[in-house]
């Protein structure tokens, strides 16, 4: 299979944000007598803020509006995304991309604002893409697993052909909205959501890392070292 586009997801994939959502949501949750499990964690991850603080209010019947635990969540969330880092392989893959001019794009649930303080202290990584694409953008009219925010950021590549695409995921949301729209797909998944998934057969590749990526496995260049 020949790749010439790569677009990334950011929350758990590109950066260990995903900590920080976990800590927080934990947090709120056990104030109620809750458990932020895996299992919700599994059903949360890659959803946008309102998607996921309603799943979170359904299912564990915690008393607090939707808006409310979008509020609370947030303004929390945010003291701690400065603290935000790459994962690990990530520098040396998007940096690897870079060098040998493959077109990059970053996909985020997550809103301008948000993608704003997490990407502050992180310039080196996101000043490498070409485009970024947030979950709040005007032609993002549905969040995962419907396809449209990996087909915007499609666009803003200039509309290669979908099957060259290869999108990088951590969330089982994420691999149906990339299949949805007609991308292959890299599934780098938290171990234990992984276990809680252990028949997901739509990604191309699972890897427990983006350090174990072999770029020559899709026709990309590959690592010198």
């Not at 790459?86 to 948000?114: C, E, F, Q, W, Y």
């Not at 310039?123 to 549905?142: A, H, R, Y």
């Not at 915007?152 to 299949?179: H, T, Y």
């Amino acid at each position: 299979m020949k790749i010439t586009h790569c677009i990334f997801d950011m929350d758990g994939l590109l950066l260990d944000t995903e900590r920080i959502y976990y800590e927080v949501t934990a947090e709120i949750l056990g104030r109620y007598g809750k458990t932020y499990t895996w299992e919700l964690r599994s059903l949360s991850l890659g959803l946008r803020q309102y998607d996921s603080a309603d799943l979170l209010v359904r299912k564990t019947g915690i008393p607090m509006s939707v808006e409310e635990l979008m509020k609370e969540r947030n303004e929390k969330n945010i003291e701690r995304f400065p603290t935000a880092r790459p994962m690990p392989g990530v520098m040396r893959l998007i940096k690897h991309l870079k060098a040998h001019n493959i077109p990059m794009a970053v996909a985020t649930s997550s809103s301008r604002d948000n993608f704003a303080i997490k990407s502050l202290n992180n310039q080196e990584l996101f000043n490498m893409f070409d485009s970024i694409t947030c979950g709040d953008d005007p032609n993002v009219k549905n969040g995962k697993p419907a396809p449209d925010l990996f087909l915007s950021a499609w666009k803003s590549m200039g509309n290669p052909p979908l099957d060259q695409c290869l999108v990088f995921e951590d969330a089982i949301n994420g691999i149906r909205a990339a299949k949805n729209a007609g991308m292959h797909v890299v599934w780098v998944p938290d171990p234990n959501i992984a276990l809680l998934n252990p028949g997901n057969n739509d990604a191309d590749e699972i890897i427990s890392s983006l350090e174990d990526f072999d770029p020559a496995k899709y026709e990309l260049p590959p690592f010198c070292d």
